[in-house]
């Protein structure tokens, strides 16, 4: 059961819609992608961001086909960095029933309209830079390319709400996306917290600070790591320490009434000795058995996984979360992240390959509207 | 006139996951009732910053005020039953209901998605959890943290020669909902083709997992790779005169690299044939950023910005909190919009990122808890407006 099948979707794909027609994609709909901008990107970009989609080389865009594709097409995910340089808007016209969702790196009009910018600067000015890694060493991005990634979710999320209301009144319509502000709506917490303390928030390592102290986020355990902190929630905290208790670990810890503790407000000393002790009972355990604990009593800890802990994850595998792909360029099978989230009696699977690009002229899409 | 005007939303969810995807449908016109309760408030009502009120006022958060913008609130006590049947009404007036409660919850007080069939047959019911709602993890108690540590993020965050780094904010309780949105509009989609609701089932951990696709891609990559890119450099942040100032710099072509060390006045040795292509200044990496460096060192960061984008070149400021809340760009388009609110007064609210030529949204203040619990159960239970008083003043709207 796909949830968009006879979607049409034309695409432009230069970074900053390529992930919201891969979710379109993934659910139903038919998208033709166009690569733009002339950039060289890293194979594993195409194939992460394009499987599923019927791609169209980018040289010899000839314009009759390129105005049938835009006249017969619901959505038109248009990445534009400078300009128009193809005419779609005037083609856009043409299609009364169209949803044009352009994505411009910041606003059409304001004042840093035009300006170039990546998926680095992006997360730059987003604010959320200035808060990942560690206080002696510069700002950090988190990993891939989350300001993409952010503005093609936005992306999906702009013609899927144009969809509902083309439904009800009988139109497309244009609908401007910023990549600036799909980011910075990303960062939650900074603006807000400036606005209402004056604190401007700094890189804090892996220590979470909250009030007048710091607990740890990341613990080393007997293979690996895991994540868990001491927060002021006294049953979580209550289930860790009869857990250690029973080992004869908990030390200090068996004595204090965390329903009389906040945490955010006791001296940092104290919560190192706190930590000192959990971090000697986390230390002599596996991933495994924290990991087993922590769902049984629901303790908030979670294993660390890297990669290919990921891949092999056995939750995962049971919701079906990665799928074989074949791609096409590169002659091989390789498992990626397929479905988005589970619904109904599940999906009927789009096209499970980074196909070859094909000419324009020879673009069709693969199911009447 | 909204995109989502006639769509209707009981809205179950707390804290961040589920309230910031029924934000997204109430900023374009979705009817979002939240129902809450006095007894077990949201805990999004209880975390910082807080106006002068204070902690201990439920409408003094402005966290809570900037996720639950244009919403309506209602309380209702879910251990009562009668409170269930309230909220049950609520269940067959809407289109869509969303709940991210721990696990079995909503069935154990009769709400879980086979219940609410039985009263709206083709209700969308939307949930998001940490791990979902199946497979061997769905019993898993956490918080948005957890996502990152499962899906490979925490693991591929930080410097190349760290530990798995954990930010300070939880980004998981931010891509998962803007997945809950897009299921949820698809749903509407679907059901609009076919009559059928259906329960879709979010995880946290999966559309973290789905952001970082490009690294799942990549069978031969090791390691973290920091602020660097496989195919270019310079590609990574610089210091710029002042304490904790740094410009971002994305060279991604080597018309951009001659731009660059122009705009700089670089050395004759930087700008030589040596680095022109992009594949020598990534061979070349450390050397070159680490010229790149002593050059920006002096230099204004937000002045050099614009200096390179009026070149042609990517760059931005790393702006903290108190630049972006001030930024000109942002206020100019419109991304923080004043809100009059009863407790927090005057306050910058986040829009969203898009705007629609023919059906804008419109960002209004949060509600007040249970502002309108007796204008919602007057409206839905028309006749019966002693039986809603009598059922407020029991406590059980409450």
């Known amino acids: 059961m796909n949830m968009l099948p006879g979607l049409r979707v034309l695409e432009l794909a230069g970074g900053l819609v390529d992930f919201g027609g891969r979710m379109l994609a993934e659910l139903g709909a038919d998208v033709l992608s166009i690569a733009i901008g002339g950039t060289k990107r890293p194979h594993a970009e195409t194939l992460a961001w394009h499987h599923g989609k019927t791609r169209i080389a980018a040289d010899g865009i000839r314009p009759a086909a390129l105005k049938r594709l835009v006249g017969e097409a619901d959505v038109l995910l248009d990445d534009r960095r400078v300009g128009d340089p193809l005419g779609l808007d005037a083609l856009a016209a043409d299609n009364p029933g169209l949803i044009h969702v352009v994505a411009r790196p910041f606003s059409p009009d ?6 170039p910018a990546t998926d680095l600067t992006l997360m730059a000015v987003s604010g959320l830079m200035t808060i990942v890694g560690d206080p002696d060493r510069p700002p950090l991005r988190l990993p891939g390319e989350q300001a993409y990634a952010l503005t093609g979710i936005q992306a999906a999320t702009a013609a899927l709400m144009g969809l509902r209301a083309r439904r009800r009144t009988g139109r497309g319509q244009r609908i401007d996306l910023s990549a600036f502000q799909s980011t910075t709506l990303a960062n939650y917490r900074e603006a807000i917290m400036y606005e209402w303390t004056g604190r401007i928030g700094t890189r804090t390592g892996n220590k979470l600070v909250r009030g007048k102290s710091g607990v740890r986020q990341v613990w080393p355990c007997a293979d690996g790591f895991v994540t868990w902190s001491m927060i002021d929630n006294p049953s979580m905290m209550r289930s860790v320490v009869r857990v250690m208790s029973d080992e004869g670990a908990a030390g200090e810890l068996t004595g204090i009434e965390w329903e009389n503790i906040l945490v955010a407000d006791e001296d940092q000393a104290m919560i190192e000795r706190w930590q000192s002790v959990f971090g000697a009972f986390f230390a002599r355990h596996t991933k495994a058995e924290l990991g087993a604990w922590s769902l049984e009593h629901g303790w908030g800890l979670s294993v660390i996984s890297d990669l290919d802990a990921v891949r092999e994850s056995e939750h995962l595998a049971a919701r079906g979360l990665f799928v074989e792909v074949d791609d096409e360029d590169a002659g091989r099978r390789i498992r990626l992240p397929g479905p988005l989230f589970r619904h109904g009696d599940g999906s009927d699977a789009p096209q499970r390959r980074l196909s070859h690009p094909i000419p324009i002229s020879e673009a069709a899409w693969s199911a009447p509207s | 006139m909204g995109a989502l005007d006639d769509l209707k939303v009981a809205d179950f969810s707390w804290v961040g996951a589920g309230p910031r995807a029924t934000k997204d449908l109430a900023d374009n016109g979705a009817m979002v009732i939240k129902i809450e309760s006095r007894k077990r408030l949201d805990l999004g009502r209880m975390s910082p910053p807080f106006a002068p009120a204070g902690r201990k006022n439920p409408d003094a958060s402005a966290f809570f005020a900037q996720s639950n913008t244009s919403k309506k609130s209602v309380t209702i006590d879910l251990t009562d039953p009668r409170g269930v ?5 609520l269940v067959a007036w809407a289109d869509v209901v969303v709940e991210n409660f721990g696990p079995g919850f909503m069935d154990r007080i009769g709400l879980g998605y086979e219940a609410l069939k039985a009263i709206n047959p083709d209700i969308i019911y939307a949930s998001v959890s940490v791990a979902g709602r199946s497979g061997p993890m769905a019993g898993f108690r956490g918080y948005g943290n957890s996502a990152a540590a499962q899906s490979g993020h925490a693991a591929m965050s930080g410097w190349p020669d760290s530990e798995p780094h954990m930010p300070p904010f939880a980004y998981g309780d931010v891509v998962a909902p803007m997945f809950l949105t897009v299921a949820i509009l698809a749903a509407l989609e679907h ?77 004759e040795w930087l700008r030589s044939s040596d680095y022109a292509t992009a594949s020598a200044r990534v061979a070349n990496r450390e050397r070159i950023e680490a010229a790149i460096a002593e050059l920006t060192r002096d230099l204004d960061k937000v002045g050099l910005a614009a200096r390179f984008a009026a070149a042609g070149v990517p760059a931005g400021p790393v702006l903290n909190g108190k630049e972006v809340f001030e ?72």
Not at chain 2, 85 to 89: G, H, L, P, Q, V
């Open chain 1, 110 to 115: 304001g004042p840093y309209s035009g300006r």
């Open chain 2, 85 to 89: 049947e309230m909220a049950k009404s």
């Open chain 2, 191 to 267: 059901r609009d083709r076919t009559g059928q609701g259906q329960h879709v089932d979010v995880s946290q951990i999966e559309p973290m997992v789905h952001v970082i696709a490009d690294l799942f891609a990549d069978p031969a990559l090791s390691g973290k790779p920091g602020n660097t890119h496989p195919l270019f450099a310079p590609h990574g942040v610089f210091p710029c005169r002042g304490e904790e100032n740094w410009i971002a710099i994305a060279i991604e072509t080597d018309a951009q690299w001659t731009t660059l060390c122009a705009a700089l006045e670089a050395p």
């Open chain 2, 327 to 398: 930024n000109e760009e942002l206020r100019a388009a419109g991304h923080f919009v004043k809100c009059e609110h009863p407790v927090l007064g005057p306050s910058m609210m986040p829009a969203p990122p898009m705007r629609f030529s023919d059906t804008p949204g419109a960002v209004r203040r949060a509600p007040l808890l249970g502002e309108h619990t007796l204008e919602v159960f007057a409206e839905m239970l028309d006749g019966q407006s002693e039986r809603v008083e009598q059922l407020r003043r029991e406590e059980v709207l409450a």
